[in-house]
């Protein structure tokens, strides 16, 4: 399965139809089947053109957005999700989940550790250490994302 680079992928997008059609590129990078069938549908015919959109094309827009995240999402790599940065809204990509990373911790599922592996039994490692932050699959030490 195809997946997205973990980091900022766009830059000042602050306008609906800028992260609609940024969104739709990425679907389409990922999921080309899917992202024909959004591209049929009005909402966006309503995007590409120059009209003033009402209150309730704005709405049919963003749960357009939210469509296409949520099946972004399901190319994003383990323990992270596609969207705006959680710090700055203009920047989209795919970032690091700390909350769903912690909870799997707090079940067991992944555990911190810098270099020294001794003991841990979890089925994913959070490296830690100068190389940045590494998550890898204990066995057989399986890179799955990586931030330098």
Not at 35 to 62: F, Y
Not at 110 to 121: E, F, I, L, R
């Amino acid at each position: 399965m195809k997946t997205l680079p973990i980091g900022t992928l766009a830059t000042d997008l602050s306008d609906l139809r800028q992260i609609f059609l940024f969104c739709l590129e990425m679907l389409d990078s990922v999921s080309p089947g899917i992202c024909a069938k959004i591209r049929k549908k009005n909402v966006t015919k309503l995007v590409q053109s120059d009209k003033v959109l009402s209150p309730l094309e704005l709405v049919a827009v963003q749960n357009a957005i939210i469509s296409i995240k949520r099946d972004i999402n399901k190319h994003s790599p383990l323990y992270t999700f596609f969207g705006a940065h959680p710090a700055n809204y203009t920047q989209y990509g795919v970032w690091i989940d700390l909350d769903a990373l912690h909870a799997a911790e707090n079940a067991g599922i992944v555990s911190q550790a810098s270099g020294d592996w001794k003991g841990v039994k979890t089925t994913y490692v959070l490296d830690i250490g100068k190389d940045g932050l590494i998550l890898y699959r204990r066995k057989g030490r399986k890179i799955i994302w990586e931030m330098k």
